[in-house]
């Protein structure tokens, strides 16, 4: 097992690379989708989302190479790039009329990142997306953080038009509501999707990964979710089997599920090889009601955690997610910092 760190678009810099091999890291993930320009994961609601996704052309094969070289150049590998751009793929979730292109330019985005030499390409296909955060003095010390407080939190209202997975996508949508969306509507729209992209995927040697459902309620805005419990996780695997069918397993959106525990999750699904990376954070509670926290404060084992990938024969890369900011001059850095010594020292304590 080794560390890795997840930097947002605006964060992809020499000085964040040469911190993140300061600190342990041997890989980068990447996040190109230009969300959370003041640096952190925030709270939505009714009124907030997290931008507007500019109309563009998909990442090329030549800005993903300079960016792989920029990061190998610090010593460090580019191991993923995290997020699909809802520019790129809105009708694709929506099941809209520019559908069939956008799954063409899915295809391109897959070879292109392929030819760039990036192995993981780790998504979240989800209409809501991460809505219904909170922020507030959840962590440890009064440490900023979000957290989901269900029928508490803001009101759910319907989903605008224009808006896919928490950003606008079409600033002049007619006014209304995107109204509901069936789990078989949803189910369907994935399988789609995989069929499309999973063969492209094999032949270009990217893995596909799948994040689940955060928060992982089964329904949020009237829009169904995909994987709201562990075994879920089963069913997209089964759609299309396959290497590059696999999951980005996120132990705080696992810990958050009612049923399953993220120890059994990870004995059903480290022995398929089924997961390509890991974000590693804790979390307070389950739905409809749970806190972030710091990683060595929450409700599940960290360090036992570690004992059962191991056992397991888990040998890929572990990246903090979200972390509660720490209150000094560089809250983010000193967050995952933190975060980071301590899956060190997990390691390390393990014989890892
Ligand atoms: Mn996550």
Not at 76 to 101: C, S, T, Y
Not at 124 to 140: C, K, L, T, Y
Not at 296 to 315: N, P, S, W
């Amino acid at each position: 097992m080794y560390l890795g760190l997840g930097l947002y678009r605006r964060a992809l810099t020499t000085d964040n690379f040469r911190f993140a091999r300061q600190a342990g890291c041997q890989a980068i993930v990447a996040h190109l989708v230009d969300y959370f320009p003041e640096g952190n994961l925030h709270g939505t609601d009714e009124t907030t989302c997290w931008g507007i996704a500019q109309p563009r052309e998909i990442w090329t094969e030549q800005e993903l190479t300079d960016l792989r070289r920029a990061v190998e150049a610090e010593d460090l590998r580019l191991e993923a790039i995290e997020n699909i751009d809802p520019a790129f793929w809105h009708d694709v979730l929506l099941d809209g009329p520019k559908k069939q292109a956008q799954l063409e330019q899915i295809k391109q985005l897959i070879q292109n990142i392929g030819r760039a030499g990036i192995p993981v390409l780790g998504y979240n296909f989800s209409i809501a997306g991460v809505w219904g955060h909170v922020e507030g003095p959840f962590a440890r010390g009064g440490a900023r953080s979000v957290g989901f407080l269900g029928p508490d939190g803001p009101p759910e209202t319907s989903l605008p038009r224009g808006h896919v997975w928490n950003m606008i996508y079409d600033p002049d949508a007619p006014a209304g509501d995107l109204g509901t969306v069936t789990s078989d509507k949803l189910w369907q729209r994935l399988e789609d999707f995989l069929q499309a992209i999973v063969p492209v995927a094999e032949e270009c040697g990217v893995r596909l990964a799948a994040h689940p459902d955060d928060p992982p309620m089964p329904t949020i805005r009237d829009t169904a979710r995909l994987v709201y419990q562990p075994a879920i996780y089963q069913r997209l695997l089964d759609l299309v089997p396959s290497p590059s069918n696999a999951l980005e397993f996120c132990l705080g959106t696992l810990q958050e599920m009612t049923e399953e525990s993220v120890y059994e999750a990870i004995e059903q699904y480290v022995p398929q090889d089924a997961v390509a990376y890991i974000h590693f954070r804790n979390v307070r509670g389950k739905v409809p009601k749970y806190h972030e926290v710091f990683v060595d404060e929450g409700d599940l084992d960290m360090i036992g955690v570690l004992e059962l990938l191991a056992k397991h024969g888990y040998e890929g890369m572990l990246i903090p997610d979200h972390t509660p900011q720490m209150t000094c001059p560089a809250p983010w850095h000193a967050g995952m910092a933190f975060a980071l010594g301590y899956i060190r020292a997990g390691l390390q304590a393990i014989g890892r």
